[in-house]
């Protein structure tokens, strides 16, 4: 059986906040077949901040314009992932469908990528076994060129067996793209894998992938002024601080004050005691005390 | 209201700070910094001692400098330092009063003045093809009353006016297939003969009027047997080379135009000979030196063109130009090594027999051999001829001998550091200081009311001048214990000669110097390279009877696959305690955080095929090993072909022989960069040993954020291909440079980022959480320098009081790599006028101090740059709570303080790199800064805010104190008295 999950790097701010909305944080099993349109139900990609930055350095085209211009110039890649188990050679373990986007100036982005992943076999299942006993790495690779594969040479990843198994294998891709390059694959667990990594089989042998693809993202511009910008902020609104908590800003007099009160009480505590002592203090303990019998009566 | 003034005492003290944090009083200089001036190894000398005035020598070195020094004291008069690409190629002097310097292959001639240095002209010398370049300067041929240089370079003969440099005439030898190999203008004469050879086996003379540069006649003869390169002229018309298997020595005669050859074979002179022979490029008349294996053969030529050997010498030898002294007569200098000592003998050029002078000089073992002999004469009291000899020494040093002593020296070597490192002194041992003390206590008292003077502004010029020399030369901070602040240490500094100096921080001086006996050339390793030094024993829990000691790794050869040689010595005696020779390469050395049970640092040295090494080779450190195996992981560059790999250790090499301390790898990731849009242009990583006080950082509003803290960050950029040449060879749509944030277990990339238009070259600092790299903006047609700072999202949530309280928080579950990173990463870039050579950061001993920059300038000086000013957070308008947390506001570019030079007035020429030293204190750091210079200064980024000043007068606190018992002590008499007059009344 194949899963199937599809991710589209979302060409335009617009359109990825869309579906940003859009899609779920679960992760999206299916096995259906792929409409052809520009279709914004991508799935297993994460709401993270990394997936939104990731997409930002597009070519000033709107949107509109890209959806004409393009649908003559797609055309379909197909690249694979291979695995390895240890030190043990590559195998091929899934495929990367995606669609070549050809840009007006002629740059080519990958969109809509799909992956279905090959299920271990009964020999691989072994293997892997063996890897989690030995908490051994498991290791994939893919061509570092989609479209003449493989490229210069195949860009590696690995990760230690035992952070693959929950309740199914759960792997998390993120592929760095440049053009038709592809930089780097990170291969990992989608979340956390804890030190101590313990061993424990999956409970089905069957994965959920989750793919990101990457591109670079354009570096902050270092700040242009003009002088009139920074003579209007010099001198023209004046920015009021926030309203701070009455603790924030009179604790340097409530603490001393606290202090003071708590060691008179604690005089007032002591004063009774001694007074059982010593007679001759009395006329001064009982103008001490006078309030006291008085706050009583109230 | 008191809001308002606290606001203002906030940003009185912010400016305050920000505006002098670095700025010295004038009389400060040089009491906590020192600077050492050097030149490099000497190439060419050209001595000036004819007037009566000063008598100097001129230099110009490896390191492209070009000085004057006292002949008398050795210290320089004046030096100018050419580009790194501006390599001198001859020196001389003309008129009496100007230094000519040839630079550039032959394309730059310069004309200095000889008593101050200034320029006087500057000509450029066009010409096509590369070729090698000849300085010669007639004594007395003139064109037009004007003396002439004669330069060829560039495949162009030129004569040089020498008054102003203007190109009298000049013959294009270009289209010629002539390799030129001397210049020889016979005396009186107003001929010029340029030989040289076409091909290697054909022999050319050109005849040219020294007068306006005709060609007079070309003459060629072929020589079947070919030739190796080389010929040395021995007379005016007789040269000399060797066949091209240099087994046979060829004499060419080429008098009045005709030109003939003799051979003559080695083995006539030398039975047994085998192996090849070289001549020795010393121009002396009448007789050359054949260097033969480790045979130096002294061949005479006679009128006839025959050969006859004069002397045969079988120690180490140096041989200098033969120098003519009255009517006629020439001498030359022969330096040996005979029994550890040198031997400088002055002989005849004509008659062999008699020796000129014979002095027999001690210089100290660790200089090894000579390298190179000048002479030069001069006349004594009694009116005889004395000489005095420069000799440049295997270690770069420089010694002048005269007299059969050692009249002065300079350690050279320390031009060319290649690593520094740092050892601890010794700890004071009781009862030596107390004795010091007593002994000095007059002293003591004497000084300390003399700075009470200061203080009150009692002093008298002399007295002022006194605190001042006290204060500069305090025997306090040269001391050879460990004293209380840590700011006594010893840096331990590696050669590109090979040699190990030992220098004070407190003063600089030179405490013991080391020449590699395994970085000396030797029949196994014949280009020995040093690499970089270790810290290689750090005793602790011994360290009153334990000598720490550094591990010195070279190399056999300029590959990178030439075998390995590791030194290790001992830091306070300098003595070599152990070398190896090892079978493996070294490419990398990576420090473990690992120490056996004697504090012995694990190290893991990788060769060329990607086998780990382990070092020391015990069993105990093999147990230590063993426990951490499966959590060493190291990264390469591969820079040529653009790819970065992980790596972990996989099991013991498989070889013919079981070697337990060899481990095989296996490629964990690889990163690809596409090689043609992306190239790697600087790799950095943090400091090891860097200490960061705390992961938390506390913003605005109390709340809090945590920096992603991690040892196996690397930053790596890369530049389009295109662009990463010099600037302005790329325009700015083909260009721009990419910056990876990359973790070097698992491979992720944490950040990537593009910087369109902009371009290389890339300087960068990695610390902490942040990068800080300097860049070119090809668009903004400025530089830049960015940050980037890193944080952890995972503890984010720890910020509530409540978790903590009841434990339920990650703060201390073991971190994972292999878990997907939570990171957010924050940038921005700022413009700086400047371009930068090197890019450093302050460390202290705790990390608590806030950081600076020490940026090293295009001029040669460091600047010390707040971080605040590269802070992404730093925004045009920041809150009344970011500005109380101390943010700046945004400005588009970084200033540039005057007083924040850390250099003050100083230069460190050819500043090559930057070193920080955390002190004891934490407040303070010393900085190290070498190039052809040395200079080293004590910062403190924040002040010394947990000392008190070197110039606090503990006097004045003492009377005071006095003072205030005296009158506590009088008023009580005095209340005393009036109490009893009370009682009585």
């Known amino acids: 059986m194949k899963r199937t999950i599809i991710i589209i790097i979302i060409m335009c701010e617009l359109l990825l906040l869309l579906s940003l909305f859009i899609s779920s944080s679960l992760a999206f099993q299916s096995d259906e077949l792929l409409i052809e349109e520009e279709d914004l139900g991508s799935e297993g990609g994460f709401p993270d901040l990394a997936h939104i ?233 009982a103008v001490q005390r006078g309030p006291t019998p008085a706050v009583r009566r109230r | 209201m008191a809001m308002a003034i606290r606001v203002f005492l906030l940003s009185l003290l912010f400016f305050s700070l920000a505006d002098h944090s670095f700025s010295l009083y004038e009389d400060q200089a040089g009491l906590m910094d020192w600077h050492q001036q050097y030149i490099g190894k000497v190439k060419h000398a050209v001595f000036h001692t004819q007037k009566t005035g000063k008598k100097r020598v001129v230099v110009s070195t490896e390191e492209n400098v070009l000085a004057s020094l006292d002949l008398r004291h050795g210290q320089i008069f004046w030096r100018r330092v050419l580009g790194a690409n501006d390599a001198i190629d001859g020196v001389d002097i003309v008129l009496g009063k100007y230094v000519i310097t040839l630079s550039s292959e032959g394309s730059i001639l310069r004309a200095w003045s000889l008593p101050d240095g200034q320029m006087v002209w500057e000509s450029f010398l066009q010409g096509s093809k590369p070729s090698k370049s000849l300085l010669s300067v007639p004594i007395n041929l003139t064109v037009d009353k004007d003396n002439v240089i004669l330069v060829f370079g560039k495949g162009c003969l030129h004569a040089v006016s020498s008054i102003d440099g203007m190109v009298l005439w000049k013959k294009d030898f270009s289209a010629e297939s002539i390799e030129v190999q001397q210049i020889i203008q016979p005396l009186g004469n107003d001929k010029i003969y340029i030989v040289g050879f076409v091909g290697s086996s054909q022999f050319d003379v050109y005849q040219i009027n020294a007068k306006n540069g005709e060609l007079i006649k070309h003459t060629s003869a072929a020589f079947p047997d070919g030739f190796s390169g080389e010929v040395l002229s021995v007379s005016s018309d007789m040269l000399v080379s060797l066949d091209s298997t240099k087994s046979i020595l060829v004499t060419i005669n080429f008098q009045n135009g005709e030109i003939s050859f003799k051979k003559t074979h080695i083995s006539d002179f030398v039975e047994d000979h085998s192996g090849i022979a070289d001549i020795l490029p010393s121009k002396l008349s009448g007789v050359f030196a054949v260097k033969i294996n480790t045979l130096l053969v002294f061949i005479r030529v006679t009128a006839e063109g025959v050969l006859e050997v004069v002397d045969k010498i079988n120690n180490a030898a140096a041989v200098s130009d033969a120098l003519s002294f009255s009517e006629g007569q020439q001498a030359f200098a022969l330096v040996e090594h005979v029994d550890g000592k040198v031997l400088l003998t002055l002989k005849y050029s004509h008659d062999w027999n008699n020796d000129l002078l014979k002095e027999s000089v001690e210089v100290g073992h660790q200089r090894g051999l000579v390298h190179k002999v000048f002479i030069n004469n001069y006349i004594r009291t ?143 390793c014949e280009h020995p390279t040093g690499l970089s030094v270790y810290q290689w024993q750090v005793p602790h829990h011994h360290a009153m009877d334990e000598n720490p000691s550094v591990l010195v790794v070279g190399r056999c050869g300029p590959n990178s696959d030439a075998s390995a040689v590791l030194s290790f010595v001992d830091t306070y005696t300098g003595k070599e305690l152990n070398s190896l020779g090892l079978v493996h390469s070294v490419a990398q050395i990576i420090p473990l955080p690992f120490t056996d049970s004697t504090e012995q640092r694990l190290h893991l040295l990788v060769d060329t095929d990607k086998h780990a090494h382990l070092y020391p080779r015990t069993s105990e450190a093999i147990d230590i090993f063993q426990r951490e195996f499966s959590n060493i992981y190291w990264y390469s560059v591969e820079a040529d072909n653009g790819i970065i790999r992980g790596h972990v250790l996989n099991r013991n090499c498989i070889g013919e022989v079981v070697d337990e301390f060899c481990f095989d790898s296996r490629e964990l990731w690889s990163i690809v960069f596409p090689s043609e849009s992306e190239k790697i242009i600087a790799t950095v990583t943090r400091k090891l040993n860097e200490v960061v006080h705390t992961q938390a950082k506390v913003v605005a509003d109390q709340d809090v954020t945590y920096k992603y803290i991690s040892k196996n960050l690397l930053f790596v950029a890369t530049a389009t291909p295109k662009a990463s040449g010099e600037i302005g060879t790329a325009t700015p749509e083909e260009a721009s440079l990419v910056v990876y944030l990359i973790d070097t277990v698992t491979g992720r990339i944490l950040h990537r980022m593009a910087h369109y238009g902009s371009q290389g070259p890339v300087h960068a600092v990695f610390s902490e959480n942040w990068v800080v790299y300097h860049y070119f903006n090809l668009r903004a ?205």
């Open chain 1, 53 to 285: 930055r990731s997409s930002s350095p597009q070519p000033p085209t709107t949107p509109t314009r890209k959806r004409y211009s393009e649908s003559d110039q797609d055309s379909k890649v197909q690249f694979s992932l291979e695995h390895a188990f240890g030190d043990s050679d590559f195998s091929p373990a899934g495929i990367f469908n995606a669609r070549l986007k050809t840009w007006n100036h002629g740059a080519q982005t990958l969109t809509k990528l799909r992956f279905s992943r090959n299920d271990f076999t009964e020999v691989e299942k072994e293997k892997f076994q063996n890897l989690l006993k030995g908490d051994d790495f498991y290791r994939i690779r893919l061509p570092s060129n989609v479209l003449s594969s493989p490229g210069r040479e195949y860009v590696i990843s690995s990760v230690k067996a035992r952070c693959l198994p929950r309740e199914s294998l759960d792997e998390h891709f993120v592929i760095h793209m440049e053009g038709v390059n592809i930089l780097a694959v990170n291969y990992g667990a989608p979340g956390a894998c804890p030190h101590p990594r313990q061993l424990k089989l999956p409970a089905k042998w069957s994965f959920k992938s989750h793919t990101v693809l990457k591109n670079s993202e354009q570096a902050p511009r270092a700040p242009v002024f003009s002088e009139d910008i920074l003579g209007e902020t010099a001198e023209g609104e004046v920015i009021l601080p926030p309203e701070r908590s009455f603790w924030a800003k009179y604790w340097m007099y409530l603490i001393p004050l606290g202090l003071i009160v708590m060691n008179a009480i604690t005089q007032a505590m002591n004063m009774p005691e001694e007074q059982g002592g010593g007679q001759a203090q009395q006329p001064g303990a």
């Open chain 2, 382 to 524: 009694d009116r005889s001829y004395g000489f005095r000899a420069l000799i440049v020494m295997e270690d770069h040093s420089l010694l002048l001998l005269q007299q059969g002593a050692t009249v002065w020296s300079r350690e050279e070597g320390l031009a060319s550091i290649v690593d520094v490192t740092v050892s601890e002194l010794p700890v004071e041992k009781a009862g030596v200081s107390v004795a010091k003390v007593e002994q000095n206590l007059f002293e003591w008292l004497k000084g300390h009311i003399l700075k009470l003077k200061g203080t009150l502004m009692l002093a008298s010029s002399e007295d002022i001048a006194a605190i001042q020399g006290m204060r500069l030369k305090s025997s306090e901070k040269s001391k050879m214990t460990r004293d209380h602040n840590g700011f006594r240490k010893l840096l331990i500094v590696l050669t590109r000669a090979g040699k190990l100096y030992a220098l004070h921080t407190g003063d600089g001086r030179v405490v013991w110097s080391l020449l590699l006996p395994s970085l000396r050339k030797s029949g196994s």
């Open chain 2, 781 to 985: 047609h400025r530089y830049e320098m960015s940050v980037i700072e890193i944080y952890d999202q995972s503890r984010a949530d720890n910020k509530d009081v409540w978790k903590l309280v009841f434990g339920k928080h990650n703060l201390t579950s073991p971190i994972s790599l292999f878990s997907r990173p939570e990171v957010i990463v924050k940038s921005q870039s700022y413009y700086f006028t400047h371009s930068v050579k090197t890019i450093a950061v302050t460390s202290t001993a705790k990390g608590i101090t806030s950081k600076q920059l020490l940026i090293g300038t295009i001029g040669d000086q460091v600047l010390a740059l707040d971080k605040r000013y590269l802070d992404p957070r730093r925004s045009i308008n920041p809150t009344q709570a970011e500005r109380e947390e101390g943010i700046i506001p945004l400005t588009d570019s970084l200033p540039i303080i005057p007083q924040s030079y850390v250099t003050h007035a100083l230069k460190v020429e050819n500043l090559r790199g930057i070193v920080t030293v955390p002190a004891k204190l934490e407040s303070t750091t010393l900085a190290f800064a070498y190039g052809v210079d040395l200079f080293l200064t004590r910062m403190a980024p924040s002040r010394t805010y947990d000392s008190l000043t070197e110039d606090f007068s503990y006097a004045l606190l003492l009377i005071t104190i006095v003072a205030l018992i005296a009158a506590i002590f009088v008023t009580w008499v005095l209340s005393e008295r009036k109490e009893l007059q009370d009682k009585w009344r």
